[in-house]
């Protein structure tokens, strides 16, 4: 297909993504890139960093500079959602009014986060973190001072601790399980960030969660946790996890299952409907089951390899997956799943802050962990992709080269 | 077009292929041996802050060790996003048995 109309819903990273990839493969047609929020597509990895802390403008975390948008010729369509997808006439409903007869869509409708059923959340100062106009709110509360409250110590738990941390907050992580980051990545690597938090300033309390926030003049003062403690807070974030925006897909009659269902090369189960990024549930090489991946990595890559499909260059999309996290000023890298292994190996040594674990099922590498480390993620990822065996102890000497490993399998 | 300033880099002999070498003036430059030739470019990547020089380095394609951006090292061109700005490219020349670059911003300063 070289003419006709494209709509890709969600004006995210992938949704841009997908939308340039359109054009820089030579279709001559309509785009259009809808997005419900006012900025154009952005990345989100400096939200929680330096938009929070206010050190980043904001036009830095955009994809592409605005004017790029006109010059590729995509309708962007800003503080509008679909209000419907109608399959059979294949015409999409906006909210702002107006219909469009389309010839294929791709939905990126990405992830929204997990509200908590606990009374006081709708206190000032208690957030969720996804989008920038969340980033702004915190951060000009962060900027005043702490005592910040973090409830579930996840990546975006994590990082904001440390970016308020950094900010001269005190910052208190009440994490439910016994480590954070743990369900991600492991107990053992999960543990060893932890500490290097703590001794940075942050506060933990693991095994506990929130029952209830409480707050003067509409405004958060105190979080009750389980333990029965009472924790002063002038912010509060929440992160708890996402959910899928799968309601859409659900309209038109595509096939969720937490997430829309699609395949290696990004359909749905309705003709002509793609999707990618956060909402999308697909094929993983290395589990080999369907799963639903949060990261700046799948939602790059997977918008842009849904615009080969919509397209008819049909390529597979078998990314190892991978992803990484700012928390102070330690840079983690994850490949592939961490998790389940039943080897670890480190190479260099963790007291240095600078090392790499890989993790080893029967001998086959599923995962690495690199930790201020970035030459050895290539590699891993590159080995974890082959899927054959490779030696513990070589990959554990610092004097074998990990790339010239990597390029034998 | 100011005077060139030529900064010595390193030896060409035990410069390796496929090995970038930094130059540590501001912002820092990567030089590059691509199949014995020299080209150098700007040492940090247009999209975040991360050396290039620790990239991973493929005959003239050199992909950011943090995003996987990846750059024309010959002319600096992006090749794969996430970045969208190129690289500045500057001259480089051999003599006497070492690698030199002119750090002096030239036709492709911005």
Known sequence: ?409 | MSTPEWVKVCAVAGFEEEEASVVPVEPPIAVFNVGGKFYATDDTCTHEKSSLADGYIDCEIVECAFHFAKFDIRNGAVLSPPASRPLRTYPTKVEDGYVWVDVTRGATDD
């Open chain 1, 1 to 409: 297909m070289t003419n006709g109309c494209i709509a890709v819903v969600g004006a995210s990273l992938a949704g841009g993504r997908a939308a340039l990839s359109l054009r820089e493969r030579g279709f001559d047609g309509e785009i259009h890139l809808i997005g419900s929020e006012r900025h154009p597509p952005y990345e989100r990895p400096p939200l929680s960093k330096g938009v929070l802390s206010k050190m980043l403008p904001v036009e830095e975390a955009y994809l592409v500079d605005e004017a790029d948008w006109e010059r590729s010729e995509i309708a962007l369509h800003l503080s509008t959602t679909v209000s419907s997808i109608d399959a059979n006439t294949q015409s999409l409903e906006l909210s702002a009014g107006g219909r469009l007869r389309v010839d294929g869509v791709v939905l990126c409708t990405g992830a929204r986060p997990h509200q908590l059923k606990l009374p006081g959340t709708d206190l000032g100062g208690v957030a969720t973190l996804r989008v920038i106009d969340d980033a702004e709110a915190i951060g000009q509360r962060l900027l005043r001072g702490g005592p910040v409250v973090i409830i579930g110590g996840g990546f975006i738990g994590m990082e904001v601790a440390a970016t308020a941390n950094m900010m001269g907050c005190s910052v208190t992580v009440l994490e439910a399980g016994d480590v954070p980051l743990s369900q991600a990545i492991g107990a053992e690597v999960a543990w060893w960030i932890t500490e290097k938090l703590r001794e940075r300033g942050v506060s933990f309390l693991t095994r506990t969660s929130a029952t209830k926030i409480e707050g003067t003049h509409g405004n958060v003062t105190h979080v009750i946790t389980t333990s029965g403690g009472k924790l002063p807070a002038s912010a509060v974030v929440i992160g708890v996890g996402v959910s899928p925006n799968t309601d859409l897909a659900i309209a038109c009659g595509a096939k969720v299952d937490n997430g829309i269902v699609v395949n290696e090369f990004c359909e749905t189960s309705v003709p002509s409907v793609y999707a990618a990024g956060d909402v999308a549930s697909s094929p993983d090489v290395i589990l080999g089951r369907r799963t639903r991946l949060e990261h700046w990595q799948n939602a790059q890559n997977q918008g842009i390899a849904a615009a080969g499909s919509v397209l008819g260059h049909r390529v597979p999309f078998r990314e190892v997956p991978w992803f990484w996290s700012d928390q102070a000023d330690l840079n983690i890298q994850v490949a592939g799943h961490p998790r389940g292994s039943d080897e670890t190996v480190f190479r260099g040594d963790p007291e240095s802050d600078e090392f790499t674990v890989f993790f080893l099922t029967g001998g086959v590498m599923t995962g690495a962990i690199a930790i201020n480390d970035r030459r050895t993620l290539r590699s891993s990822i590159r080995l974890i992709g082959a899927r054959s065996r490779v030696e513990a102890a070589l990959l554990g000497d610092t004097n074998v080269a990990l790339p010239k490993l990597a390029r034998k399998v």
